[in-house]
């Protein structure tokens, strides 16, 4: 493809390897998440695909392999110096701080910034994505619902105004109406903002008709990468994740017991 059209890549692992003590959890793990797309990282429970957003946000130091970000080497470098360079992480099970209000939160998302005026623009810019945060906006974090929280999580990421925005299962524990809305959010965000995603998300529909590319994990391991809509296409897809109903519990069961590829 030409230089010209190509999309700069801002992320880069490169065959990445960490452990949980003597546990090895992803192996050999390469991918690129191109500047203004949405990548996401399906696989089952267990697959490494949390691990690997661990890794890159500075969590997890990886035991092998070179992570760059923005052309930077940020493999076992501080995990706030990481969000410093513009990388924002929102965990799986949202993780919001309980007892500071709304708007604390949020503001605490702006930590690394000093651009006050910027600060409060952002700050409305959220509030415009979740309008329900305004209406709680001195609500503790802790009574808000598991929607509002995830929606509060992700608006905290957002005030770090990042280039990279990690997503660990956004749609954890929501009705398909809020998941609905929650992912209208991230396409939002990705259109209106051209900020890069990443994706981690077992509901494989959803996550196919958001992003723009996809790779597929099994114990520890790329197995698969493509276009999105090709993978949507795929038969080894659409049998162990599209095939059963609704987040795929009895695709990944299946998933489980196959041992290859076809």
Request: aromatic share 6%.
């Amino acid at each position: 493809m030409d230089a010209a059209v190509t999309p700069e890549i801002i992320l880069k692992l490169s065959n990445i390897e960490s452990y949980y003590g003597p546990i090895m959890a992803i192996r050999g793990i390469s991918l690129e998440v191109p500047r203004g797309r949405i990548v996401t990282l399906l696989g089952a429970n267990g697959a490494g695909k949390t691990t690997v957003l661990k890794t890159i946000s500075g969590i997890l130091d990886p035991q092998k392999g070179a992570i760059e970000f923005m052309g930077k080497p940020i493999q076992r470098m501080e995990a706030d110096k990481i969000v410093r360079l513009g990388l924002s992480h929102v965990p799986e099970g949202r993780e919001v701080f309980p007892f500071l209000s709304v708007r604390e939160n949020l503001t605490m998302g702006a930590y690394p910034r000093r651009d006050r005026v910027g600060v409060a623009e952002d700050m409305e810019r959220v509030y415009g994505y979740f309008p329900r945060l305004k209406e709680r906006i001195n609500q503790p974090a802790g009574q808000l619902s598991g929607g509002e929280q995830q929606m509060l999580a992700i608006g905290r990421a957002l005030m770090n105004r990042p280039t990279l925005l990690l997503l660990d299962e956004p749609s954890l524990g929501l009705s398909p109406i809020l998941v609905k809305e929650i992912f209208t959010i991230i396409r939002r965000v990705n259109e209106e903002q051209g900020m890069s995603i990443l994706l981690v998300e077992q509901n494989a529909k959803v996550a196919l008709e958001t992003a723009h590319y996809g790779y597929v994990l099994e114990i520890g391991r790329i197995v698969m990468n493509d276009t999105c809509d090709r993978l949507m296409h795929s038969k080894d897809i659409q049998e162990f994740y599209l095939g059963a109903k609704e987040q795929g519990a009895r695709g990944e069961r299946r998933w489980k017991k196959k041992k290859t590829w076809r």
